[in-house]
């Protein structure tokens, strides 16, 4: 953030992850983002099953109206309900003893594949449009901040850790070679990197919005 914090100036800055919940210092990135960023909209997306660890978090929130805790809901399923009931009653008390914002919403409505198949078996989809890819992303308007460097969603940010973890296919060499956009970029190359729409990098991503179901996260 510090990189970046006299170039950037966001509308909205959501911290997001995997599941900022499990980061044990998570009340402290939100007053950092804070701090860096004052102006941003500040959103906290979590799946909500870990709120409980974090007690400090609605005293940091308490009094910022432009921040909101953004809890989705990743699957219908009533034992996910269950599960999940206890740290949405706890989000509910934040709201009415701390007059926090929150939003809890369905994700499981929209989700949508980035790529065929899972683990070890991705595949990206190279279906030849990466003009409709782009028009039909989720994520066209979503760039990441993350080790210090831009990246132009989180498809391409977070691939290496996938690539780590399942040894992809060659297929998505190309995709690996995506470059971030460096704190030591030019003006010019950052007015570049904002103005880009569509690149041959999103020909890994469906051209069609394609729905799916995810399968129930608890089993
Ligand atoms: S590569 Fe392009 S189409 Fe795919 S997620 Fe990123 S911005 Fe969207």
Redesign the pocket.
């Known amino acids: 953030m510090k990189l970046w914090k006299s170039r950037l100036h966001p509308h909205t800055f959501s911290l997001v992850g995997g599941e900022p919940t499990i980061h044990p210092e998570l009340t402290e990135f939100v007053s950092l983002t804070r701090r860096n960023w004052p102006a941003a909209q500040l959103r906290l997306v979590t799946n909500g099953f870990f709120l409980h660890r974090h007690p400090a978090l609605p005293v940091a929130l308490q009094g910022d109206p432009n921040a909101c805790i953004y809890l989705s809901i990743h699957h219908d399923a009533p034992e996910y309900n269950d599960k999940l009931r206890p740290n949405l009653e706890l989000l509910r008390s934040w709201v009415r003893d701390y007059g926090i914002r929150a939003q809890i919403y369905n994700s499981f409505k929209n989700w949508t594949r980035?790529y065929h198949g899972s683990g070890h078996a991705m595949e990206p989809f190279e279906d030849g449009r990466?003009r409709q890819?782009?028009e039909?992303?989720?994520?066209?308007y979503c760039p990441q901040l993350f080790e210090g460097k831009i990246w132009?969603?989180?498809?391409?940010a977070y691939l290496k850790m996938q690539d780590d973890r399942y040894r992809l296919s060659d297929s998505w060499k190309p995709?690996l070679s995506y470059q971030p956009l460096d704190p030591g970029c030019s003006d010019a190359q950052l007015a570049d990197f904002f103005n880009r729409e569509?690149?041959t990098?999103?020909?890994?991503?469906p051209a069609k919005r394609m729905r799916f179901k995810l399968p129930m996260p608890l089993r």
């Not at 132009?152 to 391409?156: E, Q, V």
């Not at 990098?201 to 991503?205: I, S, V, Y």
Request: net charge positive.
């Open positions: 980035r990466p890819s782009w039909n992303c989720p994520s066209r132009k969603c989180a498809p391409l995709y569509e690149e990098f999103c020909a890994m991503c």
